[in-house]
């Protein structure tokens, strides 16, 4: 993103589109602070509501939210492996329209 910046990588995937918003499938192959937020923020296409990284207010979603949500974590611990996986949040379908 810029030449102080340190070395990431986000892979991303794109699950659906609307006029307006895209639902995207990322997945992180670094793991930098606020990775996601400053790549898609360098790309012109900020996270829906994030307006610390250029995104505009949207009432749709909470006030203290964006719409980036970890929906699947997995990784092994002492040989033992571990799932976690949860539902997208409800206001990203109003904004999906889905």
Same mark, same amino acid.
Do not use: C, W
């Given at each position: ?5 340190? !070395?990431?990588?986000? %892979?991303? +995937?794109?699950?659906?589109?609307? +006029? %307006?918003?895209?639902?995207?499938k ?29 995104? +505009? ?10 719409c980036?949500?970890? !929906? !699947? ?11 976690? +996986? #949860?539902? #997208?949040?409800? !206001? ?7």
């Open positions: 993103v810029n030449k102080t910046g340190i !070395y990431a990588i986000t %892979k991303f +995937e794109s699950v659906k589109n609307t +006029e %307006k918003n895209s639902l995207l990322l997945g992180l192959v670094t793991g930098r602070n606020h990775q996601i937020r400053a790549h898609l923020e360098h790309l012109k296409t900020p996270i829906v509501n994030d307006i610390l990284y250029g995104a +505009e207010r949207n009432n749709n979603v909470p006030e203290n939210a964006i980036l949500q970890s !929906y !699947y974590l997995s990784f092994t611990v002492n040989d033992e492996n571990f799932e976690f +996986e #949860i539902d #997208i949040p409800d !206001y990203f379908s109003s904004i999906m329209n889905m």
